[in-house]
C-alpha cells in the first residue's frame, strides 16, 4: 500500500484544526454529547460510512477494506469536563462552566480525519475498521460500551487509541510495552470524634488532630511498605470538618484517590487497600476516634500489549522519521477508561506531546488554562493512520506468517 500520508494530512490539516476549535467552543458532558455526536454521525456518513448510536451518544462506524483480514478497532473520546475556561483564545469554549480541558476535542477530530483518509484507501486495505467516538470517559464509560457489545459485530481483533499529552514536549510520541496507566481507586473516609468547646479540648475527641495523623502515616504505604519498584499515589483532593474557630467538629470527611500501575486487589497477602484501612484503623483506635471507609474502584491500569506497541512504535518511527521528533518513554499516574477496551483484546494506548511552553501549552490535564498545541493534531492524525495500516496490512511481531 503506497500513498503519501503526509502530504494528504498535510491537505487536511486545516479542517482538522477548523474541527478540533469547534468542539472546543462546544464542549458537552459525559452523556451530553448530543452536538458532537450529531456532527461526528454526519461527518461520517458523508464519507460513505454507516453508523450506529451506543449508549445515547456513543458513535460506531465500520470501515470495510477491499481485502479480508483482522477488524482493528480505533477509539477517541468526546466528553468534556465541568470546568470554567480561563485562556484568552477566540475558540475559548461557549458553554459557562464546561471546557475541553483534556483534549478530547483533538481526539475526536483526530480520528475523523484518520477516518476519512482511511476510506480513501479503503481498497487497499487488508481488513476492517471499527471505529468507535466514545462518550462519558472521565466517568467510565468504556466498560458499558463493552457490556453493551461494542467488540463484537464482528469481533475486534486489536484497539488502539490515543492521548494528547500536556506533559511531553511537542513532537513527542510515547508507546511503551507494559502498564502506561494507573489504576484508580476513589475513596471516601469520614472519621468520628466526639464535638465540643476549643477551650476544653479534653473534654471531647478531635477528629481533625487525627484526621492529620491519618493523612501522613499513609503516606508510609508508598515510601515504606511497598518496594519502589511498585508505583503508587494516595492523595487527598478534599477535606470537611467543622464551621467554627472554636467548635471542635464532631467529625471530618477526607476524599481522595488511591493510584497503582499494578492490580491493587491481586497482591499477594495485604494488598494495598487492605493496607489503607489497617493503618486508619489503627490510628483511629490511638486516637479513640471511629471511621467509615468507602471505595468507589473507577478502572484498572492500562496496559499496552507488547505486539501491538511495536506495530505502533513502528508507526511512530515513519510519522517522526527526518525531524527533530522523537520517540520516548513515558508511563502517567492518570487513569483511563481504554483499560476496559484492551481487557479484551490485544491493545496499545499511545501518547502524543502538546506541550509547549512558548506556546502555553503547558498547563496540566483538567486545569483551567488547559490547551494543547494544535502542531500535535497533525501527528495524532498520521499516527492513527498509520498504525492501522501497518496493523491490517503487515503482521504483528512474534505472529506465525
Not at 456518513?45 to 477488524?71: H, S
Not at 466498560?143 to 513527542?172: F, N, R
Not at 464535638?195 to 491519618?214: F, K, Q, R, W
Request: glycine share 8%; net charge negative.
Amino acid at each position: 500500500m503506497t500513498f503519501d500520508i503526509k502530504s494528504r494530512v498535510k491537505e487536511l490539516e486545516e479542517e482538522l484544526i477548523t474541527l478540533r476549535r469547534d468542539f472546543h467552543m462546544h464542549p458537552e458532558l459525559g452523556l451530553e454529547e448530543h452536538r458532537t455526536a450529531g456532527i461526528v454521525e454526519k461527518y461520517l456518513q458523508d464519507l460513505g460510512l454507516e453508523t450506529e448510536r451506543m449508549c445515547g451518544t456513543g458513535v460506531i462506524a465500520m470501515l470495510k477494506g477491499g481485502q479480508p483480514g483482522k477488524t482493528l478497532m480505533m477509539r477517541a473520546d468526546t466528553d468534556a469536563l465541568p470546568i470554567t475556561e480561563m485562556t484568552d483564545h477566540g475558540f475559548k469554549s461557549k458553554t459557562p462552566g464546561v471546557m475541553h480541558a483534556c483534549g478530547h476535542d483533538g481526539h475526536t477530530s483526530m480520528m475523523m480525519i484518520a477516518a476519512k483518509i482511511l476510506v480513501e484507501n479503503k481498497d487497499a486495505l487488508k481488513g476492517d475498521i471499527k471505529f468507535v467516538f466514545q462518550p462519558n470517559e472521565e466517568n467510565g464509560c468504556a466498560l458499558e460500551m463493552v457490556e453493551a457489545g461494542v467488540m463484537q459485530s464482528p469481533a475486534v481483533d486489536a484497539v488502539i487509541g490515543t492521548h494528547l499529552m500536556t506533559g511531553l514536549p511537542i513532537g513527542t510520541v510515547s508507546a511503551d510495552d507494559g502498564p502506561v496507566m494507573a489504576e484508580a481507586n476513589v475513596f471516601r473516609l469520614t472519621l468520628k470524634g466526639l464535638g465540643g468547646h476549643t477551650a476544653v479540648p479534653e473534654d471531647s475527641i478531635d477528629p481533625i488532630l487525627g484526621a492529620a495523623s491519618v493523612i501522613q502515616q499513609l503516606q508510609a504505604i508508598q515510601t515504606r511498605e511497598l518496594s519502589p519498584h511498585k508505583a503508587v499515589a494516595i492523595v487527598f483532593g478534599s477535606i470537611h470538618a467543622g464551621q467554627a474557630a472554636n467548635i471542635i467538629p464532631s467529625k471530618v470527611e477526607l476524599q481522595g484517590t488511591l493510584r497503582c500501575l499494578f492490580s491493587s486487589k491481586d497482591e499477594p497477602g495485604e494488598n494495598v487497600l487492605d493496607r489503607f484501612e489497617r493503618i486508619v484503623s489503627n490510628i483511629c483506635a490511638a486516637h479513640r476516634m471511629s471511621y467509615e471507609l468507602e471505595w468507589r474502584f473507577h478502572d484498572p491500569a492500562v496496559v499496552n500489549d507488547p505486539g501491538v506497541s511495536a506495530i505502533v512504535r513502528d508507526a511512530a518511527a515513519d510519522v517522526v522519521a527526518g525531524t527533530d521528533h522523537k520517540i520516548v518513554p513515558y508511563v502517567t499516574m492518570i487513569g483511563e477508561d481504554f483499560c476496559r477496551f484492551s481487557q479484551e483484546v490485544p491493545g496499545t494506548f499511545f501518547f502524543v506531546g502538546v506541550g509547549n511552553a512558548e506556546k502555553k501549552t503547558d498547563y496540566p490535564h483538567h486545569h483551567p488554562k488547559f490547551d494543547i498545541d494544535e502542531d500535535g493534531l497533525a501527528i495524532g492524525v498520521e499516527m492513527h493512520v498509520t498504525s492501522a495500516i501497518k496493523y491490517l496490512n503487515g503482521q504483528m511481531q512474534n505472529e506465525p506468517a
